[in-house]
């Protein structure tokens, strides 16, 4: 009962910190909402079970949905964070860039506001996984701790399956793989309760004082950070040789039950004719977190770190990071031949960090 009543209260605070730093946000840029022509509406097909002449009869409807995740506002959209603009248009309502050498902000754009970060929590799963030296090669089992019962999330993983530790963490990272990231979590000494515990305490080791870990999966909403917070955290992780490989694999073949099973990447950047430079990588979606992505990546022979939460629609985050590679690749005349950079003031900071 006191976990309980200390992640409601936690909740409660996010909410009123996020809506009082978008009230000032808001009223600093001098912002206005955007017009609703400006949110692309998506069709789906709906079944419905209709009595038609006293028989049971099922249709199917055409309905349309505004926006991403059916229309239904994310957490950063219900604190207002979606009317900050910024001079690239991005879809995302925060980003963050830094210069990895030396810390300096490059872009930022409500970076300093806790959000829900979804599967971006995979990556501090992986850091303690590999921080905890325990056997990456022991067998562990899939069991109905794993499965998803809050977000009924699908998985190429089922009750039973048996990977070792590596592979887990492999496809959890790759791929994005919940049952894996449980797993991990449920394997630790002390069990899932004792790995969250781990997590928080590397977020605290790390000065990643706005976030706060439930699970190992992400599917949690109460999984909050801010952008400000997993740079920390990327830049710890691209320390670890494991999480750049097992994060950048466009696909892998991975022992499952003692056969081969394919597995993919759910980055579209990671594809061999992006043209992206990517070092580490994690993407990340619920609903009321919108597209998220983290990653460290060499633009224009500078090495940056990019976090990007909250985007609306399935191709928004690779769309903003692209747009925010070009905008960067822009400022090599500034930074000539550097990795660097020059020192001072970020080149752009929107209202609301």
Known sequence: MKKLAVSALMTVLCAT???????????????????????????????????????????????TNVGDAGGRPTMGDLAGLNLVRDPLDLKSNVALVLDQANSEVLFEKNAGVALPIASITKM????????ANQDMEEV????????????????????????TRRNMLHIALMSSENRAA??????????????????????QDLGMNDTHYVDSSGLSKLNVASARDLAKLVQAAYEHPMLREFSTDPKAMVEKNGRLAMFGTTNRLLAP??????????????????????????????????????????????????RMKKWLAALKPDFPGTISGASGASPYSAAGM
């Open 17 to 63: 910190v996020l809506a009082d730093t978008a009230s000032a946000a808001v009223k600093k840029a001098g912002v206005r909402r955007p017009a609703a022509e400006s949110v692309q509406p998506r069709e789906r097909m709906v079944k419905r079970v209709v009595n038609v002449k006293g028989k049971r009869k099922v249709v199917y409807q055409k309905v």
């Open 124 to 131: 501090m799963t992986g850091l303690v996984v590999v921080e």
């Open 140 to 163: 562990l089992t899939v069991t109905d701790e794993d499965v998803d019962r809050e977000k009924f999330s699908s998985s190429r993983l089922r009750v039973g399956d048996r990977l």
């Open 182 to 203: 449980s797993a991990l979590g449920r394997s630790y000494p002390g069990g899932l309760s004792a790995f969250v515990q781990a997590m928080n305490a590397k977020a």
């Open 273 to 322: 004719n992006s043209g992206w430079e990517i070092g580490l990588q994690k993407t990340g979606f619920i609903n009321e977190a919108g597209r998220c992505m983290i990653m460290q990546a060499v633009v224009e022979g500078r090495a940056v770190i990019m976090v990007l939460l909250d985007a609306k629609g399935s191709a928004a985050r690779a769309a903003d990071a692209t």
